[in-house]
C-alpha cells in the first residue's frame, strides 16, 4: 500500500533489497574469500575492490582489522570461538547482502562446516565461495607476514597449513589461482565471473 | 602509491571511506533511535528510510528481525546478554558506517552505558543518538503489538517502562517527540537535521 502525503510518498515496511539495489545498479552478494595464509585473499581482494569502485559499484571488505578488533574481540582462537568467529562474519556479510554491497570477505576460513553454515544461511546466488589457491610452498615462500616461519620454528601452535588442516572448498563458485595467475588476472577472472552472472547489473 | 597497469589503477590498501562516500553522494552515518515500546522508533525509521531513498540515499535499518534472528540468535535476555545484543549492533552500524551508508537502528536501547559504550566506538559525529520520545500513558495506549496489556498481567517480566527502567539520552543529538507531532513531521525533523550538518552530501 501507498499512501500520497503531501510530497511524501508513504509505504507500509521497509525499503526493499531490490530497490536498494536497482538504486545501487548492482546485485548484493558476499564474496567469500578461502585459502592459506600467503594465498592472496586480501591481496586479490583489495585490487577487486578498486577494479569495482572504479566502475561505480559499492564494495566493502571485511578482513580481521575491521572484525577481530571490534565485533570479534570478545572471541579468543578456540575451536568454539573459532566456529562463532565465522558464524558472525556471515551473518554480518549477510545483512551486507542484503543492504545491496558487494561485500568481500578475506578470512583463511579452513573448515568446510564452517564456510558451509554460512552458504546456509543465504539465499541462492547470494554466497559466492572463492578458493583462493596457491600451493602450500608458493604461500610459504611468500610468507608476508613471516607467519610461517614462526609456525615452523613452533611459535605458533595450530597454524593452517603447517600444524592444523584446511579443508579446500569441494565446490567453490570460482577457484583463483595466484600461483599461476597475476594478480591482474585474477582480479579480471572475479569481474568477468560478476558479470555474466549478473551481479554488476540492476 | 598508485600503480597504473594496462586499463587497472593499482592501489596500496582499501578502497576509503571517503570514496565509498563520494561515489554515494552522502556521509555515513548511525542513526540510533532510542525509546519506548510503541513511542514510534520502527514507524519512523521505515518512513523515513523510504523518504532518504527517495533521494537517492543508501540506508538501511538494523532492527529485532534481522538481527535477533541472525547475528544475535546466540543471545537471550539476562543482563549481560542486553548488553552484548547491544554491543554486537553498535559494532555492526559501525562498519555500515565505514561502508559509506545511513544505517538506522530501532531498538529500546533502554541503558545509558550501553548507548554511551556505542557512542564511544564510533568517530565524532557517525553516532546520531534520536530519542524517540512519547509519554509512556500514549505508548501504552498505542500498544501496537499488545505489549503493555500482557507486561500489566505479569506476562512479560523486565518490561521498560513498566517494570524495568528506562534510561532517558542525556544529550541526544535530537528529540522527536511523537506524541506532538506526526510520523511525516518527525521524519522532516530528522531530514533537516541531517542535511543541515552535511550527511547527504559528500
Redesign the interface.
Known amino acids: 500500500m501507498t499512501i500520497k502525503?503531501?510530497n511524501?510518498?508513504?509505504?507500509d515496511?521497509?525499503?526493499t533489497r531490490d530497490?536498494?539495489e536497482h538504486?545501487?545498479g548492482q546485485r548484493g552478494a558476499t564474496i567469500w574469500f578461502t585459502g592459506l595464509s600467503g594465498s592472496g585473499k586480501s591481496t586479490v581482494a583489495?585490487?577487486a575492490?578498486?577494479?569495482l569502485?572504479?566502475r561505480?559499484r559499492?564494495?566493502?571488505?571485511?578482513d580481521g582489522d575491521?572484525v577481530r578488533m571490534?565485533?570479534n574481540k570478545?572471541l579468543g582462537f578456540s575451536p568454539e570461538d573459532r566456529t562463532?568467529n565465522i558464524r558472525?562474519i556471515g551473518?554480518?556479510a549477510?545483512?551486507?547482502t542484503?543492504?545491496?554491497?558487494i561485500v568481500f570477505t578475506s578470512f583463511i576460513s579452513p573448515y568446510r562446516a564452517d564456510r558451509d553454515q554460512v552458504r546456509e544461511?543465504m539465499a541462492d546466488g547470494d554466497f559466492i565461495e572463492v578458493h583462493v589457491h596457491a600451493d602450500l610452498a608458493i604461500c610459504e615462500e611468500r610468507d608476508p607476514k613471516g607467519l610461517y616461519k614462526k609456525a615452523r620454528a613452533g611459535e605458533i601452535p595450530e597454524f593452517t597449513g603447517i600444524s592444523a588442516p584446511y579443508e579446500e572448498p569441494e565446490k567453490p563458485e570460482l577457484v583463483l589461482d595466484t600461483g599461476k595467475y597475476s594478480?591482474?588476472e585474477s582480479?579480471a577472472q572475479l569481474t568477468a565471473f560478476l558479470e555474466k552472472k549478473g551481479y554488476l547489473t540492476a
Chains 1, 2 share one sequence.
Open positions: 502525503s503531501k511524501i510518498t508513504w509505504h515496511g521497509q525499503v530497490e536498494r538504486l545501487l583489495v585490487a575492490e578498486h577494479a569502485h572504479e561505480g559499492l564494495t566493502y571488505v571485511l575491521n571490534g565485533l570478545n562463532e558472525r551473518e554480518v549477510k545483512l551486507f542484503d543492504a545491496g554491497a544461511i594478480v591482474e582480479v
